[in-house]
Structures are given as structure tokens and as C-alpha cells.
């Protein structure tokens, strides 16, 4: 079992940047692939971008790429989630998600189903 807790959410103006971190606990001795996702009020959640457990594979959803980053530190079971140029459709709530990693170990896109275990979310909210 493996438990996901995510930080780093909280209240930016159009334009800034925000880091989300989500740390990993339990049986981490495990190798794990990594993903964000996002819910917004009324809509469905949605992939942001994910990394295969080594982090030579990722994955963005195109409206993503370029503005947010991935990156993830095995030692301290820890994946981020950098945020910049951010604007107000940004708003929602942000979950990391969990995949234990089978092969093709160099695959980074992973539809949502294939996720093990989710975090409780943390909320991001642009102001315009």
C-alpha cells in the first residue's frame, strides 16, 4: 500500500508560478510511474503530465507542455509538479497518482485507469 499526500496548492495570480509536491509513503520500496491530474468544479478530471519511475519517459497533456514541468526525486520519494505562466482555467484541484511500474519500463503516458493509488488533492486557484 502506498500512501500519496500532495502540498504546495494555494492561492496565485494570472501569470505566476506555483510548485506542488507529492510525497509518497509506505511501500515505496517499490518502483513506482508518477502522474498528475486535475478536477475542475463541473468538469471531469483531467491528465496533466506523468514520468515513468526512472524519469526519462514523459507525458503532457498539450495545453500543458511548456508551461508545467514534472520532475520527481527518488530518494526522498518525492514528485513535483512546477507551475508557471498560470491562468485562472488552471483552477483545480491537483492530484498525484501512482502506477506501479511494469514493463515496457520506458513508457510515460498511462491512461488513468492503469493508476494504483491517488492522493487526496490539493487545491490551485488563479486570480485574474
Known amino acids: 500500500q502506498v500512501q500519496l499526500v500532495e502540498s504546495g496548492g494555494g492561492l496565485v495570480q494570472a501569470g505566476g508560478s506555483l510548485r506542488l509536491a507529492c510525497a509518497a509513503s509506505g511501500r515505496t520500496s517499490s518502483r513506482y510511474d508518477m502522474g498528475w491530474f486535475r478536477q475542475s468544479p463541473g468538469k471531469d478530471r483531467e491528465f496533466v503530465v506523468s514520468?515513468?519511475?526512472?524519469?526519462?519517459?514523459?507525458c503532457y497533456a498539450d495545453s500543458m507542455k511548456g508551461r508545467f514541468t514534472i520532475s520527481r526525486d527518488n530518494a526522498k520519494n518525492t514528485v513535483y509538479l512546477q507551475m508557471s505562466s498560470l491562468k485562472p482555467e488552471d483552477t483545480a484541484v491537483y492530484y498525484c497518482?501512482?502506477?506501479?511500474?511494469?514493463?515496457?519500463?520506458?513508457?510515460?503516458?498511462?491512461?488513468?485507469?492503469?493508476?494504483?493509488?491517488w492522493g487526496q488533492g490539493t487545491q490551485v486557484t488563479v486570480s485574474s
Open positions: 514520468m515513468n519511475w526512472s524519469g526519462g519517459s514523459t
Open positions: 497518482a501512482a502506477r506501479a511500474s511494469r514493463p515496457p519500463y520506458t513508457r510515460g503516458c498511462y491512461s488513468e485507469r492503469e493508476y494504483d493509488y
